[in-house]
């Protein structure tokens, strides 16, 4: 588990699935890719086959209470190894500061833990507070070029 001041982070379990499930098929969960559904049957097989080049990671408060979630990938990119993050918060806990709080955990994790050039994350043009969180946990920003 990695411990921060107000959120923790823990790599999800396979009893978390239903709970991913829940939030995955509620278009306010991923307010900016609302059409999103899935099973979770397939979720389920999508963690079975699931390696260590993604991981998906519980959002916890220090209470235990799970109000959202973070991942990373590897991306293949020309000039080496880099991964991308994303996440995403219930409506409640938003605006508190825990998005923040999550990706500056992962992204220490990541850089202190696995040989990789940069981390990078994506945001939909709309969402302004992800791109606030993510300015505040020092990335930079930058344009897709494809």
């Known amino acids: 588990m990695l411990e921060g001041k107000t959120v923790n ?13 829940e939030w995955v098929n509620k278009p306010e969960f991923f307010e900016y890719n609302p059409l999103r559904q899935i099973s979770k049957a397939e979720m ?9 080049e993604q991981t998906g ?7 235990g209470s799970k109000i959202g979630y973070i991942c990373h990938f590897v991306l293949v990119h020309p000039a080496g190894k880099l991964l991308e993050i994303g996440y ?5 806990e938003r605006g508190k500061g825990n ?13 202190l833990s696995k040989d990789i050039m940069r ?12 791109q ?15």
């Open 9 to 21: 982070l823990r790599v999800m379990e396979k009893e978390d699935l239903p709970l991913l499930a």
């Open 44 to 52: 389920e097989k999508d963690f079975d086959k699931s390696t260590l």
């Open 57 to 63: 990671v519980i959002i916890e408060k220090k209470d």
């Open 88 to 92: 995403s918060l219930v409506p409640n």
């Open 99 to 111: 998005a923040t709080e999550a990706v500056e955990i992962m992204v220490d994790y990541l850089f």
């Open 119 to 130: 981390v990078q994350a994506c945001t939909d043009t709309r969402n302004l507070a992800s």
């Open 132 to 146: 606030k969180a993510l300015e505040k946990s020092r990335f930079q920003e930058g344009r897709n070029n494809a």
